[in-house]
């Protein structure tokens, strides 16, 4: 199997609690979209909740770097971009 790199998630929808008093997505929530965004990709290369709990590993981020290009509102749908950089 091939998987795309860098992975780009299918759209997502920004949920109206993650809306701060300005009207723009929270900052705090752009991480739980990346969240969920490298959730699906280690998943597809086998590394998923199964593994986790079948091999007892698992895996953690040790640094994310956040580039905001531009502001999210509700209406907004969002696809994701994960790219592994390096591993151990």
Known sequence: MTIPAPFISDPMDIEKNWIDYNGHLNMAYYNVLFDRCSDVAFEMVGMGPNY????????????VHVCYVQELHLD???KVSFQ?????
Request: charged share 40%; glycine share 0%.
């Open 52 to 63: 986790a709990r079948d091999r007892r590993l698992t895996i953690y981020t040790a640094e």
């Open 76 to 78: 907004h749908k969002v």
């Open 84 to 88: 592994l950089i390096d591993h151990d």
